[in-house]
């Protein structure tokens, strides 16, 4: 049993008023909601911050399971209901500790947004507090953990939104907030730049909703729409133990971003590689002017983000690449029903090179092999696909026909060269010679049945991990 999550961006339309967007006092709303927000939870992280014993308390109550008397610890529930009684006036608690009076502070601000920064003020809080105790155990002078921020992206909870789909025309489509005008709070309706595709998601059945997230842009206002889905997902131990299992094992690399193999039965029985289609060398040339910007630029200005525009396409790329991928991965899971997707652990690989600019490829590349490998595993697992991550020492080193060390090699100019980065892989004991990266991707299966080189050892040799 798991749980699958998927969030579906909803743009809130702020273009030309004449063209049905929101007109420029509904934006700056939103901002102002955003600032009273982020001051209110500066507020209780501050009161939280000062009064952080109470987060420690352990409470003692009744186990029905156990019928004894036993201790836990806080929940945050009943930390709001404590924190709301010292600090909001009401009758039965008319006086708030001194300093600490919210509704002089923040007056009429909903109930709802107040509970919603309070259980934001105690996660933030209670992670501070951990995060300083682990660090003061380790007795280190570096890395103190430095004190919460007080900055989000505000929940909304019911009582704050009201979505209105399905019914109505595609142009007449709002969504209902209640947004602090930098006066008071109050409903206003925001037109919404609403897809099928956000109404197909929005209603598929299983999915679960939950309260959207308002995410402010310099140039959009969007809400992130959140569904959970219960997925039921038998355990890899017992997949295992199917004489007939399907594996599906990527090896993810540059220049073709995945390797996908299908075994079953000791035979793969389907190959698909996904290139990049030129990504590599196209962001190289982006990251080659932007290299060369810095260094004519000198030392950067600290605070200021440059070549804003180049990184933000580059970023744009990666993402597209990674949802590409992702889905390709899972399509092919989705054809064998049952089946376990094998990822190798991803190793840090060093982003050496010549130049500036090769270095910011490669951690680039990097980066997007952990983005492809997340969302593909998040993909999988709604069709109820576990992924197992495998040792990936020597997946490219070894002959995935016959278990016999290799060797890498490249032709140029009709020459045969050996080298680490070569395109091919050649089997000096059978003679087997195949593309270097299906190779890879052919012996991670071997890696997950703990075939030849992946036998499990009692005692693992000592040596240094070499890298693969
Ligand atoms: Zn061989």
Redesign the pocket.
Known sequence: MGQATRTTILLLDLGQRTQGGANSDKRAFLEATMQVLNAARAFYVDFFLAHADKLSERVSYYSQKHLEMRERAISANELLTWAECHTVATTEHPHPWPGWNFRERFPDMPLVYRRSVIKDAIGKVRAYLSHRRTWEQTGKRKGKPGLPGANNHPSLYQGTIELSMGQAEQRERFVRLNVYTGACWRWVNYPVRSSRYFERRHSEAGWEQQSPRLVLRKKSAELHCSQTKAITAKKVNESKADPHLVTVAVDLNVKNLAVITVRQDGKIIETVFVTDRGLDAHRYRHLKRIAKKQWLSGKPVKGEHSNQQLWGHVRRMNEDATHKVARGIAKVCAKYPGCVLLFERLRKIKATGASKSRRMNRKQANQLRGKINQKAREKAFVAGVVTVEVNAHGTSQY?S??G?K?ERFSYQGGTRIKAKWGKLFW?P??H?EANADYNASANVHHSFYREWHWQSRKKAPPQAAPSG
Do not use: I, K, M, T
């Open positions: 002959c026909r016959c016999a290799g089997c004991v059978c087997y």
